[in-house]
Nanobody, 115 residues
């Protein structure tokens, strides 16, 4: 099993930036995907960005060019750098780890973008 803890959420003005961090409780090895999802009030949870064990990344269309997912294997940490934030980015952001049958979620961190 692996536990994930997110941090970095908060209130930010439109056009601002924020960096979210997701720390895993153990070293992440093998074939896996780690991603950031978000869920706004009244909406379904959606994939924002994902990074694979091979280093490939993929982004939801509305965040391309604004958000960047990265990882630091030495720190067991995945980051989401969010630039040019918009009010519609307001949501609870969740970290996810997926490897085979294992699917772990963090508790979520709230990001609120004021207009």
């Amino acid at each position: 099993q692996v536990q994930l803890v997110e941090s970095g959420g908060g209130l930010v003005q439109s056009g601002g930036s924020r960096i979210l961090s997701c720390v895993a409780s153990r070293r992440i090895v093998g074939i896996y995907e780690m991603g950031w999802y978000r869920q706004a009030p009244g909406k379904q949870r959606e994939l924002v960005a994902v990074i694979t064990s091979g280093g490939s990344t993929n982004y939801e269309e509305s965040v391309k060019g604004r958000f960047t997912i990265s990882r630091d294997n030495a720190k067991n940490t995945v980051y989401l750098r969010m630039n040019s934030l918009k009010p519609e980015d307001t949501a609870v952001y969740y970290c996810n780890f997926h490897a085979g049958q294992l699917d772990a979620w963090g508790q979520g961190t709230q990001v609120t973008v004021s207009s």
